[in-house]
């Protein structure tokens, strides 16, 4: 097995940049959007377009849960096609982009809540590249994947993040990739657009609280209301927004995109936090 510094180009320390990089939390929906022409990949692909260019990228995606936190630390982490039922297109699609051993050794030296144990087996799973495909296709950035501790409470995460915040100014793009609402149990296969009314209520009273700041209340998601219990059934989709929410300091707005609900149950809302 290889050893972190068996990467070529092992060098030490990510340096500091002038730019402090956006944080995203992107609500990635069906593995379709990777390869179809619709306003979600269009919206993907304009952030790779306006962003600044990162020297790498931390994905925190709700499609991988462990107990223990850990990251991938490959030289080349494999695409994982962890879905049944799609088109072969969509099984043909490749994300060859390479690992990053300075943000894997960066990451784990930040975390104080998490002893981060280095990942050889796992790779880059839909939640991540899915989303990767629209914004940077020529995979030509590193990506590393930090992994879901499942054992642990939505609070825990947040305070997790926070641990992490210097690499945004480190060149590092930090990427939560799930869904603030996703309830598979009852999607609604007739109704592509829109959302049932405890969707659409609990997700206006997220953006509200997002927009207020009060992430206290988003990290003790029960509190929310009523709804939370069937838009939140299983953290492991909206964990990834308290990951990035933790990142936002008090001088940055957090602005929507990709604002919808779809099939009754699923939110593709989308944050940036700059």
Not at 13 to 24: N, V
Not at 47 to 66: F, K, M, N, V
Not at 172 to 183: A, F, P
Request: overall charge negative; charged content about 25%.
């Amino acid at each position: 097995m290889k050893t972190l510094s068996d990467f070529k180009g092992f060098a030490g320390e990510l340096p500091e940049r002038d730019e402090k990089l956006p944080a995203l939390f992107v609500g990635h929906g069906s593995p379709m959007n990777a390869i179809e022409d619709n306003e979600f990949s269009r919206a993907w692909h304009e952030l790779g377009q306006t962003l600044p260019r990162p020297d790498a990228i931390l994905c925190i995606s709700a499609h991988w849960e462990t107990s223990g936190t850990f990251v991938t630390a490959m030289e080349r982490p494999k695409t994982i096609h962890d879905f049944g039922g799609f088109p072969q297109a969509l099984f043909d699609v490749q994300y060859p982009a390479p690992g990053d051993p300075r943000l894997v050794e960066e990451t784990r030296r930040l975390s104080r809540h998490a002893d981060i144990q280095p990942d050889h087996a796992w790779g880059l799973d839909h939640g991540c590249w899915s989303v990767l495909e629209n914004v940077y296709p020529a995979a030509d950035i590193p990506v590393v994947q930090l992994s879901l501790d499942r054992t642990k409470p939505a609070a825990w995460h947040y305070e997790m993040a926070k641990d992490l915040a210097s690499l945004r100014k480190r060149g590092v793009l930090i990427l939560g990739s799930g869904n603030m609402v996703h309830n598979l149990r009852v999607i609604d296969w007739r109704n592509p657009n829109g959302g049932y009314d405890w969707a659409e209520e609990t997700s206006a009273k997220m953006k509200e609280l997002i927009e207020a700041g009060d992430h206290a209340t988003l990290a003790n998601y029960g509190l929310i209301g009523a709804g939370a219990t069937l838009a939140i059934p299983t953290p492991e989709h909206y964990l990834p927004l308290l990951y990035v929410l933790a990142l936002q300091e008090k001088n940055e707005r957090a602005t929507f995109f990709s604002d919808e609900l779809v099939m009754g149950s699923i939110a593709m809302t989308s944050v940036k936090i700059a």
